[in-house]
């Protein structure tokens, strides 16, 4: 069993940049598939970036091209995900999931694919 625990929402400015963190428990970050999803209200989750267990891979949506990074830091066993230039329209709750799969180098998409969710943390992007 996995556990994941996530940090760092909170309430900027439109323009203005955080940097969420997930970190698995009773698993090194190394062995997960792992991706950050959002949901804003009355909408569906959406995945938003994602990397392969080997690392080497990594999906961003459109929408967050250049604006968002997602990183991986084995020696302190968590995944970030670094948010600049955030608009109004980021708001919603991001969640951290992980995934045990043996495909080293997938990275997955779909809140299907994936075996472990975090709480989520509340991010919203004030005009």
Do not use: H
Not at 45 to 56: L, Q, W
Not at 62 to 78: C, H, P, Q
Not at 84 to 94: G, H, I, Q, R, Y
Not at 99 to 112: E, G, I, M, N, P
Request: hydrophobic share 35%; proline share 3%.
């Amino acid at each position: 069993q996995v556990q994941l625990v996530e940090s760092g929402g909170g309430l900027v400015q439109a323009g203005g940049s955080l940097r969420l963190s997930c970190a698995p428990s009773g698993r090194p970050v190394s062995s997960l598939a792992m991706g950050w999803f959002r949901q804003a209200p009355g909408k569906e989750r959406e995945c938003v970036a994602a990397i392969s267990r080997s690392g080497g891979s990594i999906f961003y949506a459109n929408f967050v091209k250049g604006r968002f990074t997602i990183s991986r830091d084995s020696a302190k066993n968590t995944v970030f995900l670094q948010m600049n230039s955030l608009k109004p329209e980021d708001t919603a709750v991001f969640y951290c999931a992980a995934d045990s799969s043996t495909l080293y180098t997938k990275v997955f998409v779909r809140t299907a694919e994936y075996d472990y969710w975090g709480q989520g943390t509340q991010v919203t992007v004030s005009s």
